[in-house]
């Protein structure tokens, strides 16, 4: 009863978890569509929220300065543009549609610097990078339901800088510190957003969202990954990011109005059988 109970307490966090990062996608397409801020005041408020929650929750637990290191300055500068990337997209892209460009964007930018690092890729992982390419590229193909180009542009700079930042904490041995440093030097970097924000478009609705992205969907939920993992298979932890695409555009459709589109469901099965593919032969072969 006892192991039962385990995994529905499992099961249910791992939904909170996944359904956080895809909050994020939401959260970003209803602030910024609906012109409650702009995409500059969007990503200073996310990333000092999220800074702050992370320097009070993570410094206190683990007893250590969470004052980013120069070590830490790859992390947080592609942290820092992958999140002003990822507020300029969500102006034109809806919020299923961009989350499956961030992920292949992000997982083709891991590989390629892998392979910068003599990380010969496997067979499988270079078949799964290739069809989630394919998928990519017919979502951008021109046509009446075709994605706003400088959008999905704005996306994929957004996923490769993510999986710049992830490859940055790979190698860390505390990877929610070193989050939390990444957070709080990012903040810092909004600095130089200044000069970009519209003050005339900031509602209190808007800054709302952003602050729940940033402490709430995004450092939280940060968090309870790192738990998740200490709980889950790696093969399981790979298998459920697959959901967070789905649950953006469900949330999308559900929340939003968006519409789901033929191209949107074509394009993102072949994205996250893509995907799979390449988590699952990374997992395989031990590969990074």
Do not use: H
């Not at 702009?38 to 969470?66: E, H, M, N």
């Not at 939280?220 to 738990?227: D, Q, R, S």
């Amino acid at each position: 009863m006892a192991k039962i109970e385990g995994r529905l307490a499992t099961g249910g966090l791992l939904a909170i978890t996944l359904s956080a990062f895809a909050g994020n996608s939401l959260l970003a397409r209803a602030a910024l569509a609906g012109e409650q801020i702009d995409w500059a005041g969007y990503t200073i408020v996310r990333l000092v929220a999220g800074a702050i929650v992370l320097a009070l929750l993570i410094g206190k637990q683990k007893g250590q300065s969470v004052r980013p290191q120069r070590r830490d300055l790859v992390g947080a500068l592609s942290l820092f543009v992958y999140a002003g990337a990822f507020s300029w997209a969500y102006i034109g892209l809806d919020a299923g549609l961009g989350a499956l460009i961030l992920f292949p964007a992000g997982q083709i930018t891991m590989q390629v610097i892998g392979l910068t690092r003599q990380i010969i890729p496997s067979k499988g992982q270079l078949a799964g990078a290739a069809i989630a390419l394919v998928g990519l590229v017919y979502l951008m193909m021109p046509g009446a339901t075709a994605p706003p180009l400088l959008s999905t542009v704005a996306m994929i700079c957004a996923g490769m800088a993510w999986g710049v930042s992830s490859w940055a904490g790979k190698t860390v041995g505390d990877p929610s510190l070193t989050t939390a440093r990444y957070f709080i030097g990012a903040s810092l970097l909004t600095l130089m957003l200044f000069p970009f924000v519209d003050w005339s478009m900031f509602t209190g609705t808007g800054v709302l969202m952003a602050v729940i992205s940033g402490g709430v969907t995004s450092a939280l939920g940060y968090v309870l990954w790192y738990m998740m993992l200490a709980r889950i298979s790696i093969t399981s932890a790979a298998v459920s990011q697959l959901s967070v695409p789905a649950i953006a555009a469900l949330g999308g459709v559900i929340l939003l109005g968006e519409i789901l589109t033929a191209r949107l469901l074509i394009g993102g099965l072949i994205i996250l059988a893509g995907i799979g593919l390449t988590s699952w032969a990374s997992i395989r072969g031990g590969r990074t």
